[in-house]
């Protein structure tokens, strides 16, 4: 006989399941991310002369090669001499 401790046990994703779910969460956060870009570009071209959402931009620019650098195992160098690579 199960005892009450087993009924509210909750069950545990997979860690496939959870990395789905989390692929989707980015997924997501990227499309939120490139939305607030395009608005923050708007902005500064109502607004040529506005220095602080340029800032903003380098700032959110900054995080992101952080991650791609983490993701990739890269160091940052190698993803900023990526970025000035003509595509």
């Known amino acids: ?3 009450d401790h087993d009924k509210t046990k ?3 994703p997979t860690p496939l399941a959870l ?3 989390q692929r989707a969460e980015i997924a997501r956060l990227i ?3 490139q939305m607030e870009v395009d608005r923050l570009a708007e902005r500064l071209e109502a607004d040529p002369g506005n220095w602080a ?3 903003n931009v380098s700032i959110i620019r900054h995080d992101l090669i952080g991650v791609v650098a ?3 195992s890269m160091d940052r160098a190698d993803v ?3 970025l000035s ?3």
Request: proline share 0%; glycine share 4%; no cysteine.
């Open 85 to 87: 690579e003509e595509a």
């Open 1 to 3: 006989m199960a005892n």
């Open 80 to 82: 900023v001499r990526f």
């Open 31 to 33: 499309d939120v991310l």
């Open 70 to 72: 983490f993701a990739s």
């Open 19 to 21: 990395m789905q779910l």
């Open 53 to 55: 959402l340029t800032g």
């Open 10 to 12: 909750e069950t545990q």
